[in-house]
């Protein structure tokens, strides 16, 4: 990854869309594609359109930029993001985030899937990240070629997750009539799910959740000064004691179950952005 390919990459989609500037960038992973269909679309393009693009190789994961308007905010989203375990280097998975960036956009929302540590929690339910640990992650996406456009070579992580919108999320939650968790999601390289020893180990070190993306995304975009808003959904429990074998397919309804929800959040945060 080099200045030039990030700006070749952005300035491709500036060229199919000149008079749209977009502030918000939104990563759509597991369980918020339906967020997608909220969306007043203007455009869409494949990422095998964009230069020096990553390719998604995950099924569940559709693959294109979309470029439109979502609660009076212009908006981009990553309709399906990339993963460490699918080959990709962290810079490539992060990639597009440095594209958004260089596209105008400081405001980043970002949802996954993961699996929960928190004993209080339960399959679909919502979780606010409010910190992370990024140490059991291969490497640092910030890793190495660090130019003066990127950000410091050693970013502060004190408060990663905006911590009004942190507020403003549960405030939403409760008023949907949702539990407003809020914890820690530590994120680590998959894409085997963890044994029961390591779900014990991850919860012991403060973890509510653990998934296998989003620290890196949230890694780059603090080093460039973004603000960060980032929500989980539960789609397992992970207690070690009552541990049953995680099948995709439900990890995958539960992400369905918990869509409508997710949209509902993002989108009331989305309206009371200034
Ligand atoms: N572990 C890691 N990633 C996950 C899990 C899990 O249990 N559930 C959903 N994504």
């Not at 559709?62 to 609660?71: H, N, P, V």
């Not at 949907?176 to 894409?191: A, D, E, F, I, R």
């Not at 959740?209 to 992970?238: K, N």
Request: hydrophobic share 40%; aromatic share 8%.
């Amino acid at each position: 990854m080099t200045l030039e390919t990030i700006q070749e990459a952005s300035q491709a989609i500036r060229n199919q869309f000149p008079d749209f500037h977009p502030t918000l960038g939104i990563i759509l992973g597991t369980g918020l594609g339906h967020l997608a269909s909220e969306v007043q679309v203007l455009g869409a393009i494949p990422y095998d359109q964009i230069p020096h693009f990553p390719l998604s190789t995950v099924e569940s994961h559709s693959g294109k930029l979309l470029l439109g308007t979502l609660a009076s905010q212009s908006v981009v989203c990553l309709q399906g993001r990339f993963h460490y375990y699918e080959g990709y280097s962290m810079q490539q998975v992060t990639f597009p985030v440095r594209v958004m960036h260089a596209l105008g956009i400081r405001h980043l929302f970002v949802s996954n899937a993961a699996g929960g540590l928190n004993p209080a929690f339960r399959t679909s339910d919502l979780m606010i990240i409010d910190d992370h640990i990024a140490l059991f992650l291969p490497e640092s996406p910030l890793r190495g070629f660090n130019p003066p456009e990127f950000g410091p070579r050693f970013p502060d992580m004190s408060a990663p997750y905006d911590a009004v919108w942190i507020q403003q999320a549960k405030t939403i939650l409760n008023d949907l009539g949702l539990p407003p968790h809020t914890g820690v999601y530590t994120s680590v390289q998959g894409p085997q799910l963890e044994s029961k020893a390591e779900y014990r180990l991850l919860r012991q070190l403060g973890s509510d959740a653990v998934g296998m993306s989003t620290v890196p995304e949230v890694l780059v975009a603090r080093q460039m000064g973004m603000r960060v808003f980032a929500c989980s959904v539960i789609t397992d429990l992970c207690i070690p004691e009552t541990l049953k074998e995680a099948k995709l397919s439900e990890i995958l309804a539960a992400a369905a179950k918990a869509e409508p929800h997710l949209s509902q959040l993002f989108k009331r945060l989305i309206e009371q952005m200034d």
